[in-house]
Nanobody, 118 residues
Framework: QVQLVESGGGLVQPGGSLRLSCATS????????MKWHRQTPGAEREFVAS????????NYADSVNGRFTISRRNAENTVYLQMNALKAEDTAVYYC???????????WGQGTQVTVSS
């Protein structure tokens, strides 16, 4: 069974940092581009970051570029999102997403809440 389990979310003050983890199983991790998306109630899900399986090529949304870093450990089937200089606007449920690099089908995790507030 495919599983994507996010962890590391929580409450942080503006300017603070959080590191999200996504532990996966049930699929061939290296066949998948790993992504993070986020969603605020009342809004559509927003792309945050992605990382290729082998080249380590990354893409970031303009809103997080320079503040967030996505990484992956293929041997551990795990992807991370280091979030620095957090803003209130970063408050959202963050989802780990696996996109098959060949078929472009996707698996989504259950999400983890990140709240940035003073």
């Amino acid at each position: 069974q495919v599983q994507l389990v996010e962890s590391g979310g929580g409450l942080v003050q503006p300017g603070g940092s959080l590191r999200l983890s996504c532990a996966t199983s049930g699929f061939t991790f290296t066949n998948y581009v790993m992504k993070w998306h986020r969603q605020t109630p009342g809004a559509e899900r927003e792309f945050v970051a992605s990382i290729e399986p082998f080249t380590t090529a990354t893409n970031y949304a303009d809103s997080v570029n320079g503040r967030f870093t996505i990484s992956r450990r293929n041997a551990e089937n795990t992807v991370y999102l280091q979030m620095n200089a957090l803003k209130a606007e970063d408050t959202a449920v963050y989802y780990c997403v696996a996109r098959n690099r060949y078929t472009r089908s996707e698996y989504w995790g259950q999400g983890t809440q990140v709240t940035v507030s003073s």
